[in-house]
């Protein structure tokens, strides 16, 4: 997917005033920001004071948006997105081209308020995991949450939905979040699910193998609602660390 790309270091305070040069982003708060606004103090959150978590499941395709106060340690839902479409299939994202969603635990790297699909959230594909199972020199790297309604890997959630979660996830960037997690899953990994998951592709041990590496930390984040602390082997396999 070609995108227009602009680095913006994450400083605390300019953020918002530097991305509000670009038409977009004015026109997102002067759009979505009291509707934003609401949203947290009904969620019992006053001054942007709140750190984000994203989660996302290509099977039931939607995101789901974490937040917690600043004072808090666990997150608790905020809103849910649905993707406006999708592209590939259940599986990791290995190389570019092959129009998969990438799995695996990620978080945003970036933010383009001149995206060709309005605005966009770089999610930071690929990671360590993905640099040693896939495929080597050939990996990609332009994945987004984005506007519009396309995508050949990407997680589109229409123009009008990017412009609220664009503001929540840049008010807890200039709140002093470092990182913005973003977890994507092939599926809500609860253990029916996932027993369904791996009879429909019981064939594919390789697979089933990463998946179950995935419900681990999906379990961790499920039963602590914290942050998922990690690292990943020099075989390409997440190891959690208990919260």
Known sequence: MT?????????????SNSQKEYKRVRTAYEDKENFV??????????????????????????????CK????????PLIKYDFCTSSGVLGPKRQSGDFQIPEGFYH?????????????????YPNKSDKILGVKDKLGGDIFIHGACCSIGCIPITDDKIKELYILCLEAK????????VYIFPAQLERNKFIKLKKQHIENKELIEFWANLK??????????KEVSFSIDNK????FKEN
């Not at 009904?42 to 789901?64: S, V």
């Not at 106060?69 to 608790?76: A, G, M, R």
């Not at 200039?174 to 997690?181: D, M, R």
């Open 174 to 181: 200039n709140s002093g979040q470092s990182e913005i997690p």
């Open 3 to 15: 995108l227009i790309l602009i680095n913006f270091s994450f400083c605390a305070n300019s953020q």
């Open 37 to 66: 606004k609401n949203l947290l103090s009904e969620n019992g959150i006053k001054n942007y004071e709140y750190d984000l978590l994203i989660t996302a499941y290509k099977t039931e395709q939607f995101l789901q948006v974490w």
């Open 216 to 225: 681990t930390g999906y379990d961790l984040f499920k039963t602590t609602k």
């Open 236 to 239: 390409g396999k997440y190891i």
């Open 69 to 76: 106060p600043k004072d808090s340690t666990t997150y608790k």
């Open 108 to 124: 945003i790297s970036y933010f383009n308020p001149a995206s060709s699909y309005y605005l966009s959230l770089k999610v930071s």
